[in-house]
């Protein structure tokens, strides 16, 4: 993994490095299989199928993650970790605004992956108590960061926020999973969106 996502408040879930072997494998073995279903099946996979599948229990899987949303924002963190560095490198761009919408590009990409999880974002964005919020946490101050540059430079207007911004991506990325023979809609979507940051 690139990035290092910070735990959320009340995070429980304990990291692979502090677990006993055994413990270990199953974690990864869980997350092999949660990946694997939720490419196939979508996040709305059977859990059951997936601690089927890694050789454990039900129970098992729930110590790991204690809830649908843990197991997401585990199986999530690698893509996380590739904006966290991709939006520390766009911090250099000499166009902010074009790094700016590069990164929400990659946001749309990393988000359709998983059939569901666009979704599963959208809702973690406004609730803190998510497992998914330490997701949403990062990636929310990674793209403040960038949305910043692009305003001082004058070429996103001064009362853009960054929830709204996420959340029209997250909503860019939901529109393309239900549109999947148009795969030029998230560009003319963006696009779109882009026209509307610009000041007037």
Known sequence: MVGTIPAATGDTTATPRAMRADARRNHERLLTEARSAFATHGTDASLEDVARRAGVGIGTLYRHFPNRHALLSAVFEEAVGD???????????????????????????????????????????????SALARCSGPIREAGAALLARAQEAGTVRAEVAIGDLLQLTHAIALAAEESPADPGLPDRLLTLTLRGLKPA
């Open 83 to 129: 904006l966290l560095t991709r939006s520390r490198e766009l911090l250099g761009s000499p166009e902010p605004c074009k790094a700016l919408v590069t990164w929400l590009r990659e946001i749309v990409t990393h988000a359709g992956e998983y059939r569901g999880l666009a979704h599963a974002l959208m809702a973690a964005t406004s609730d803190d108590t």
